[in-house]
């Protein structure tokens, strides 16, 4: 089947995710703004996908500019796949709910479509986002994260949520939950780092043979953002390859980064706050890329992280 700007993956709870999605992300010293305009200009180009998290502290500017498209009748609440994240001081079972209910007061919506727990790492609760002892080192706490599951079903059964799934979890962690006993509901997807220097095969692997799917970020290199990412690492769209295979296209590097990963059947989340290129991004689906490009491109692979969440 032909990907176009309309292709949906269905979940395994029967919902359907839009293949490309709009990152919001940026490092602290841009201006929240920055977050609504794109979310402005990704709607109105056709982006019906938009993934934020409540760490970002955009939501207030993301809902706006959500709600303003839909009322200006340019997208109906329905049309567009939002999702938030769960943040690691409110994995104790019974703050789920309160992370939750926060980004749906500053977003206005009365329900997100996919609600992931952000990271496996759980930080001790309270109103410091990243808690830390005297020496600066972070102050761990220690719920079961299945425990936390259960309070992520809860919200679905409570239709606050559509969806639920998990964000940067490896295999053993993913199946912690897999196997759990009384399980409801299995994750929906697994969002994680994944680019032509990680391309997480064997991640990609064990989630498509429990029905999970992989969602992509950091698929264009990342914001290089020196509190996450190691400034001496390479500019991945400065990528030789990527750039003669783009080049042969008459295609941007960020343009076939993203086709590579939709090939492989992985939902791709773009990040820019860039009106050009924010459509540019949405003209991945104008293309092709050979079997033997992909191989190539597959061949890549480094195992090499930008984000360090550890």
């Not at 305009?37 to 706006?64: C, M, P, T, W």
């Not at 007061?105 to 009365?110: A, F, R, T, W, Y």
């Not at 809860?154 to 490896?170: M, R, T």
């Amino acid at each position: 089947m032909a990907l176009t700007k309309h292709s949906r993956i269905t979940l395994n709870d029967g919902h359907k995710i839009p293949v490309v999605g709009l990152g919001t992300y940026a490092p602290q010293e841009c201006p929240k703004s920055l977050a609504g305009e794109a979310v402005k200009v990704a709607l109105e180009v056709g982006y019906r996908h938009i993934d934020s998290a409540f760490i970002y502290g955009n939501e207030v500017e993301v809902g706006q500019a959500i709600r303003e498209k839909i009322a200006d009748g340019t997208v109906k609440r329905e049309d567009v796949f939002y999702t938030s994240k769960l943040w690691s001081t409110y994995h104790t079972p019974q703050l789920v709910r309160t992370c939750l209910e926060k980004s749906l007061k500053d977003l206005q919506l009365d329900y997100i479509d996919l609600y992931l727990i952000h990271i496996p790492i759980e930080f001790k609760p309270g109103d410091d986002l990243f808690p830390t002892d005297e020496s600066g080192k972070p102050i761990y706490h220690n719920t079961d994260i299945r425990d936390t599951w259960k309070a992520m079903e809860d919200l679905k059964e409570a239709g606050l949520v559509k969806s639920i799934g998990v964000s940067n979890f490896n295999h053993k962690q993913l199946e912690l939950i897999l196997n759990m006993p009384g399980l409801r509901y299995k994750p929906v997807c697994n969002q994680v780092e994944c680019h032509l220097y990680l391309n997480q095969s064997k991640l990609l692997e064990f989630c498509k043979s429990h029905d999970i799917v992989l969602e992509a970020y950091g698929v264009l290199g990342s914001t290089r953002d020196v509190k996450w990412v190691d400034q001496s690492l390479p500019i991945l769209l400065d990528d030789p390859v990527l750039n003669t295979i783009a080049k042969k296209h008459g295609r941007t590097p960020a343009q076939v980064a993203m086709r590579q990963m939709l090939q492989r059947g992985i939902v791709v989340l773009a990040k820019s706050f860039k009106p050009e290129r924010i459509k540019q991004n949405l003209e991945v689906f104008k293309f092709e890329l050979s079997e033997e490009e992909m191989k190539i491109l597959n061949g890549q692979n480094l195992d090499q992280r930008f984000v360090d969440i550890s």
